[in-house]
């Protein structure tokens, strides 16, 4: 199973960009890239999810590095509510690997 | 309706003793699941339900029993669990198992606790 690569911790400022990096070598062709987030005291939360090309939503940008082997999650202004663990997770399009498998992740803090 | 609600909230059993979590969903999802967390750990994968049929069991102990009653219920039946069974149950919902470009949506979990 191809298998992803966080660090285990990161911090950023309040109302600044925050970049999570994703280590992905592994990936396949058909994998597709998801990123959740569980916030304290809460379950999972989709953010985003990619498979080749850069990705928009109201929550965040996923952004993809050309070989795939890399992304990285951006959170454009972080705010106080957006301290959680960050999850990079593939999934693989009619695989065993279609489900969702959590890693270790990323927590973010972030300071006022 | 977009959410996940589960019941109850906090549960605290005896190893000898007979309780069920509840999982509910109206998003028309066909796919539900069992997630299990330790505290400071990831969630990890328990039961799936596709169309009302379990399709994976990630070798569960058999005190731990799944049902899917009709599309929007889940439940988890617990029986003569033991202290290492405490955890954060979380059960989550999707479109379709196997569909790989949509979400899943979690509850909030049930708080276990086995005395």
């Known amino acids: 199973d191809a298998k992803t690569t966080q660090p285990n911790s990161m911090e950023s400022n309040e109302e600044e960009p925050v970049h999570l990096p994703c280590n992905h070598s592994?990936?396949?062709?058909?994998?597709?890239i998801h990123w959740y987030r569980q916030l304290p005291s809460q379950g999972p939360e989709y953010v985003i999810h990619?498979?080749?090309s850069n990705v928009n939503n109201r929550m965040a940008s996923l952004a993809i590095a050309e070989d795939r082997k890399s992304s990285t999650l951006i959170l454009h202004r972080a705010t106080l509510r957006d301290a959680a663990v960050y999850y990079c997770?593939?999934?693989?399009?009619?695989?065993?690997?279609?489900?969702?498998?959590f890693g270790t992740g990323t927590l973010l803090a972030v300071q006022p | 309706d977009t959410e996940v609600t589960q019941t109850p909230k906090h549960l605290v059993m005896g190893m000898t003793n007979k309780k069920s979590l509840k999982c509910e969903q109206h998003?028309?999802?066909?796919?539900m699941y069992w997630y299990k967390q330790k505290a400071k750990k990831p969630p990890e994968l328990m039961f799936v339900?596709?169309?009302?049929?379990?399709?994976i069991n990630e070798s569960v102990p058999s005190r731990f029993s799944p049902e899917c009653p009709n599309s929007s219920l889940l439940n988890l039946h617990l029986h003569a669990l033991q202290p290492e069974d405490s955890a954060l149950y979380l059960c989550?919902?999707?479109?379709?198992?196997?569909?790989?470009?949509?979400?899943?949506?979690f509850g909030s979990g049930t708080r276990l606790t086995v005395v």
């Open positions: 989550a919902s999707s479109q379709e198992s196997d569909r790989v470009t949509y979400g899943y949506t």
């Open positions: 592994t990936i396949s062709g058909t994998d597709y």
């Open positions: 990619g498979l080749t």
């Open positions: 997770i593939l999934r693989n399009y009619g695989g065993a690997t279609n489900k969702l498998i």
């Open positions: 998003m028309g999802h066909r796919a």
């Open positions: 339900y596709s169309y009302e049929k379990l399709s």
